[in-house]
């Protein structure tokens, strides 16, 4: 066993918001009972945790590997590693960073400051000022924000409350495997009636590290309040993990509304298999965000649980599939309560043999009556050698509901190419116009500084394709 | 199941009607031909406690290929149609189009509908795509006969004939 | 050979093989405003778009010529960069793009670094004229002709225009589907351009000739020019129609 510690650990966790990660610490490769038993000891989690996930470990041995969707047969557990801290995970010298990254950021216009994080080259974002100003704000307004491991310790009956309850351990293989080895990922809880009006960004977390491989994140969002969360990042970030597989359960309460923004854009050969839901009680609002630019293998199918009356969900889906990438995405709406609504829009471009394919199920219980869902999804084919699928499940129970559903799959229309160029643009400038403006339903969605990347990262990946 | 193949400029028009006796109905089309094409016409009429599982599968093999197919449920009782289609547009199959449009009109509280149009496109220069509808009678267009002193029997009588002359009327 | 544009026994067809133009020849000069007329089917629009570089037809013989420079061969790009303009008959919609991010692209694409016109300065620009062309909406804030109704695509093809400041346009049908004030708009912003362009107006209607004096009228039936004149050539179509022309030529 070649476990490496090089410091002791107490067995209170002192957290606070400027302890820097002295040790590290890497888990042999596999996994097993050494291996959960090992980072639970080495994180000094509570009891409970540690049955969570042991039980957690034995269901994920049990449960087969999903029946849909791309081919993992090239995931081999036995040569993994399950977790790797902070320190440990991307240091890299500068001098290894590849060349195409660095240049993507110099032509997306990151900043400085942000390159350095997001190559691996530094650990934590230095952005303490602006942290803590925010930090005193919604302290002030009761609003618990803070990464998954300090709320297991700080907020245990909390987290008991939720943890589980909506994505359960034995959802499927990955959720198990996530309950098994988890590690980061946010923990939000807002109020009765508060209002949280800055967006809670991920990087701004505690001990803020690039995104890690099985993050776990709860947002509770309590009567009648709101709060908008961001995470990840249009620009490249580059890995050395090949599996990950985060799990997101969001409690939208009575009135209240969430709205989750997650962008991904993996470089490297990451496999990112991801389960999220929302459940969103009488007259909530739900909203999913979804950008998803990068992995070789990318799973996410956000859900939307409409449990109470009046309930309403929205989810903005965006696929970008390359070189090399499968994009299998989508979202699913279950309509469990009557007058309850979703709208799940969904686009997708690939280019260069990419396969982009949307994967989708609304169903629509018996008793609940004056429901309704649309679904539009389009799907961009930038070249022959590309794929798109659609494989969507339209299930109604119920009588007295709509339920409308439309996809269309083309290629950039000639006429527009030829009316862009006629007014002096190229033909890669006239396709990346009409790319991003394809794309523009789900981008105007996005903070501003997303948009502006990704219309910028559009912008090359033309440039690329077509040169 | 039934195999279709279809040739080199043949057009076929294939009308088929379910009535509430067969369980399951399945097709497996290939467009094998250059400028093959395929109308499907479905109409599936549920009542009492009829259930369906149908599967058709359209495979689009060569250039200037051509599929539509258009499926008309209407569902009433305890009926429930389980709709399930796959139109494939392979690698190479330029200049092809392929159109789905499904709608399942439930009529009574118990009826159940379910629909899964899948695509799978392969070749860029295509033009492909479906729409789906399942649910109850337009409120509005119920209200809107009613208002003119219909009842609402005979509103939604005319309502569903009106449905099915879409079907009858594809072409237009 | 300067400031002209030279159509030389233009032959087209259709990248499926029917002809289209059967031999056209035009010579058009700056600040000339020369009108196409003709009846549906004969060749106008064609005849605009492959001055263009539209790539649904193929030029099958003759040429055409910018400057004494041969054109024939290039992307419509290369030939907008030559400032040839086209004003759509149809203009298509372009979901998603914004109007003004879209013509500042355009209009800087002819200029050097330093005199890239700034963001701010080209929506300005753009709301100037766009309200001597009475827009109803901030049309800055709008997509590419998406949701425009006929009227306010036509107007938007004469806006890029004016923004664009070409050497030669060709105006395809841009009375078509106005109402009488759009037609008046239209008419002047075009009569008060502020630069020196050669412009061919096809119109089917004559409708703007009452407003833009032709100095070349040229009849095309058929695919082919059977008759041209000055402006009174207009008035005598409007009093005696296509065929009467045609059987006296």
Redesign the interface.
Known sequence: MDMKKSSTINNQYTYGFHKPEKSSFKTPLGINEKVVEAIFSYKNEPLWMREFRLKALKIFKQKKMPSFGPDLSELNFDKLCFYNSPSNNKFRKWSDVPKDILDTYNKIGVPEAEKKFLAGVEAQYDSEVIYSNLKNHWEKLGVIFTDMDTAVKKYPELVKEYLGTLVSVDDNKFSALNSAVWSGGSFIYVPKGVSVPIPLQAYFRINAKAVGQFERTIIVAEEGSFVHYIEGCSAPIYTNDSLHAAVVEVFVKKGARVRYTSIQNWSGSVYNLVTKRMLIEENGIGEWVDGNLGSKVNMKYPAMILKGKGARGELLSLAYAGKNQYQDTGGKAIHLAPNTTSTLISKSVSKNGGRASYRGLVKIAKGAKGS?SHVRCD?L????K????????????E?????????????V????L??????????I??TS??V??????IVKELPLEYAVELNRLINLSMEGAIA | MKNIIIKKNENLVLPVIWRGKKKEISYNIKLAGVGSSLTFLMLLLGKKEDKVKIQVNVDHQNIETKSKIIVKGIVDDSASIDFNGLVKIEKGSKGSNAWLSANLLLLSDSAKGRAVPALEILENDVKAGHATTIGKINDAELFYLMSRGLSKAKATDLIVQGFLNGFLNYEK | MKKTLIIENLHVSTVGGKEILKGVSLTIKQNEIHAIMGPNGGGKSTLSQVIMGHPGFVITKGKILVDGKNITKLSPDKRAKLRIFLGFQYPVEVPGVNFANFLRMAANENKNKNEKISPIAFRNLIKEKAAKLAFSEDITKRFLNEGFSGGEKKKAEILQMSLLRPQFAILDEPDSGLDVDALKYISKTITNLDFPVGLVVITHYQRILHYLKPDFVHVLIDGKIIKSGGAELAKEIEKNGYEKIFNNK
């Open positions: 309704s799907a084919l930038l070249d022959d590309s794929r798109s699928d659609t494989y969507p499940v339209n299930d109604v129970q009588q007295d509901v709509i339920l409308g559903h439309e996809a269309s799959v083309s290629k229309g000639e006429q527009q030829f009316y862009l160029m006629s007014r002096g643009l190229d033909e400038q006239a116009l009409i991003n403006g394809f794309i523009e339903p």
